[in-house]
């Protein structure tokens, strides 16, 4: 499968813990972004890479949530204390520069925190 | 925030019939994406039209751009169960990366 893949697909977590998640993006692509949707919505941007630089991030990105994507291929997302407002699918996408930025996303993480 | 508006919210058609949705955005766009999402998983790619094109296809579906109205409309014909999800669309909007998805449409085809 040369899709974008997320691991894990599940997550549920106690109030307080921390969790991390993984994306591995399409392998040629250069972008990568974190995308966060709740129930009945759209997903929300949360932050993007071009290689290994992290370009923006959104207000929605509190402290307790940090990114990295250490070699320019795949992300981690990390939620530090995790709250129930974090419950959540976490998606990632990837891009490639100069293809119309068409971003294709992978499978998401669910994370419910209980 | 979230720019795109679905509308409508909620559509159910008996299959063979034509599915229709509108997305309504804000701002100046480059281009403008279609997803589909079934129920709990990722969103699956559908087509991408861009903002100097009026029209294109993609086997069944039909998209339509109107940048004077800051509106596009998604027509899926000859509807199948398999279409049951919910459809984004998503606004690439100019000097930015991030898309901007609206609440989606969540279509039902009944058999």
């Not at chain 2, 579906?61 to 279409?83: E, N, Y």
Request: hydrophobic share 30%.
């Amino acid at each position: 499968d040369t899709g974008v893949s997320q691991d894990p697909r599940h997550k549920i977590t106690k109030r307080g813990q921390n969790v991390t998640f993984r994306c591995d993006p399409i392998s040629e692509h250069n972008r990568l972004y974190w995308y966060r949707q709740t129930l009945g919505q759209g997903p929300e941007f949360l932050t993007y890479f071009q290689n290994e630089a992290q370009l923006e991030k959104s207000r929605l990105l509190s402290d307790r949530f940090s990114a990295e994507r250490p070699k320019g291929s795949f992300s981690t997302l990390e939620i530090q204390r995790t709250e129930q407002g974090d419950s959540a699918m976490y998606l990632c996408a990837s891009s490639l520069v100069d293809q119309d930025n068409e971003q294709f996303f992978g499978p998401g993480t669910r994370l419910t925190v209980l | 925030s979230q720019q795109g508006e679905e509308d409508p919210q909620a559509l159910s058609i008996q299959e063979g019939e034509n599915a229709t949705m509108n997305c309504s955005y804000k701002t100046s766009i480059n281009n403008l994406q279609w997803y589909r999402q079934n129920s709990g998983r990722g969103l699956v790619h559908l087509i991408l039209i861009r903002s100097n094109e009026r029209e294109k296809h993609s086997g069944r579906l039909r998209v339509t751009l109107d940048t004077s109205k800051k509106s596009s409309s998604l027509l899926i014909t000859a509807s199948r169960a398999a279409d049951t999800a919910s459809y984004f669309c998503a606004t690439d909007p100019s000097n930015d990366y991030k898309l901007s998805f609206g609440a989606g449409t969540t279509v039902t085809v009944r058999a």
